[in-house]
């Protein structure tokens, strides 16, 4: 279980700013002391800003959602449009999902056959 896609791009966007750079003096990992003051406030404010894009993202969904916005928009919208989105989403996360899926051979095993099970011998199951 994790976030939804949508909360990836206010993450992304804010780690991509140049306050978010780490500091020089975290270069060396053998020299940081992780316990340091000063290096738990540096870490717990990026969270708190991430987290606070996040609960806006948040809650810019929730009134597109409640204005019936999405209902409007998806007359103009079609498979064409959003197909290669979704397809973009996935194909820029394949490098991370590769890697998790190479250490842990036994869940991602898992996943693929509920994938496979769910999608094609259950779709006609009703509950």
């Known amino acids: 279980q994790g976030g939804t896609f ?3 791009s206010p993450t992304l966007s804010m780690l991509s700013l140049p306050s978010y750079k780490c500091p020089a003096w975290t270069s060396n990992r053998t020299l940081v002391n992780v316990s340091d003051p000063i290096f738990i406030e540096v870490w ?3 969270l708190r800003e991430i ?4 609960m806006v993202a948040a809650c810019f969904q929730i009134v597109v959602g409640f ?3 999405i209902g409007y928009l998806m ?4 498979p ?3 197909a290669p989105t979704i397809s973009l989403i996935g194909l820029s996360l394949f490098d991370t999902a590769g890697s998790d899926a190479g250490a842990h051979w036994g869940i991602a095993g898992m996943t693929i056959g509920f994938i496979v ?3 094609q011998y259950l779709r006609n199951v009703s509950v």
Do not use: E
């Open 67 to 69: 204005s019936g916005l």
């Open 75 to 78: 007359r103009y919208t079609g």
């Open 80 to 82: 064409l449009t959003i």
């Open 51 to 54: 987290q606070g894009a996040i």
């Open 6 to 8: 949508a909360f990836l």
């Open 44 to 46: 717990q404010t990026r």
């Open 117 to 119: 099970l769910f999608s």
